[in-house]
T-cell receptor
Framework: AQKITQTQPGMFVQEKEAVTLDCTYD???????LFWYKQPSSGEMIFLIY??????QNATEGRYSLNFQKARKSANLVISASQLGDSAMYFC????????????FGEGTQLTVNP | DAGITQSPRYKITETGRQVTLMCHQT?????MFWYRQDLGHGLRLIYY???????DKGEVPDGYVVSRSKTENFPLTLESATRSQTSVYFC?????????????FGAGTRLSVL
C-alpha cells in the first residue's frame, strides 16, 4: 500500500488566489512527521514546512500552512496568495517513528500559477 | 555557507562502467541519504547513513554501494551501471534531531547511462 498519496498530478491556480495541495498518508506508528518540499524547474528540493504527529496546532510558515487532519490521515498544503514563482512540483513526505530520518515521498503535484 | 554539494551535476556513462557520485556537506549533520528520482516514482531512498562508518539500505539499494569514512562525505558508487539507473540522484543530510529531522538536499546529479 502507498504510504503517501498525492492524488492531484497537476493543479492550476490564478495568481493571488489560495490553493490546496492534497496529501494522505498511511502509518500505524503513533509518532511520525510530515513534510512538504518544493521542486522548481531548476531541480533542487526545497524544504517548506513540517508537522509532527503530536503537534496540537497546524504548522504555518509564511504563506504556507499545513491543514493537518489526524483522524483522516491527511496533511494538505495550503499556499495563500499564490505567486508566479510558486509554479513548481510539490512533494509530500513522511517520517515514521523517532529513530532515524528515513522519508517516504509521494509522487508529487505539479502546480502552475497563471497570471 | 556551502551547505550540501553534489558532483558532478551531469554525467553520461556507458553500461557496465563504474561511476561514483559525490556528496559533501559542511553542516556536520549526522545523517546523510541518497535518493533517486524517476518520473512517476517521486523520490526513492537508495541508502542512508546515521554516522561515519554506519550505513543501511533503503528501498532500492541493488546495484549501488556507499561508504562513509568521514562525516561530511557520502559517495554513491554504481558498480556496473545499467540503463535502468538513468535517473536524477539527490543527496540529503539532516541533524540527529529526534523531533523534526528535516532533510536538506543537494542540487542533484543527472546521470545518463547509454
Amino acid at each position: 500500500a502507498q504510504k503517501i498519496t498525492q492524488t492531484q498530478p497537476g493543479m492550476f491556480v490564478q495568481e493571488k488566489e489560495a490553493v490546496t495541495l492534497d496529501c494522505t498518508y498511511d502509518t500505524s506508528d503513533p509518532s511520525y512527521g510530515l513534510f512538504w518540499y518544493k521542486q522548481p524547474s531548476s531541480g533542487e528540493m526545497i524544504f517548506l514546512i513540517y508537522q509532527g504527529s503530536y503537534d496540537q496546532q497546524n504548522a504555518t510558515e509564511g504563506r504556507y500552512s499545513l491543514n493537518f487532519q489526524k483522524a483522516r490521515k491527511s496533511a494538505n498544503l495550503v499556499i495563500s496568495a499564490s505567486q508566479l514563482g510558486d509554479s513548481a512540483m510539490y512533494f509530500c513526505a513522511m517520517r515514521e517513528g523517532t529513530s532515524g530520518s528515513r522519508l517516504t515521498f509521494g509522487e508529487g503535484t505539479q502546480l502552475t500559477v497563471n497570471p | 555557507d556551502a551547505g550540501i554539494t553534489q558532483s558532478p551535476r551531469y554525467k553520461i556513462t556507458e553500461t557496465g562502467r563504474q561511476v561514483t557520485l559525490m556528496c559533501h556537506q559542511t553542516w556536520s549533520h549526522s545523517y546523510m541519504f541518497w535518493y533517486r528520482q524517476d518520473l512517476g516514482h517521486g523520490l526513492r531512498l537508495i541508502y542512508y547513513s546515521a554516522a561515519a562508518d554506519i550505513t543501511d539500505k533503503g528501498e532500492v539499494p541493488d546495484g549501488y554501494v556507499v561508504s562513509r569514512s568521514k562525516t561530511e562525505n557520502f559517495p554513491l558508487t554504481l558498480e556496473s551501471a545499467t540503463r535502468s539507473q538513468t535517473s536524477v540522484y539527490f543527496c540529503a543530510s539532516s541533524e540527529a534531531d529526534r523531533v523534526k529531522n528535516i532533510q536538506y538536499f543537494g542540487a542533484g546529479t543527472r546521470l545518463s547511462v547509454l
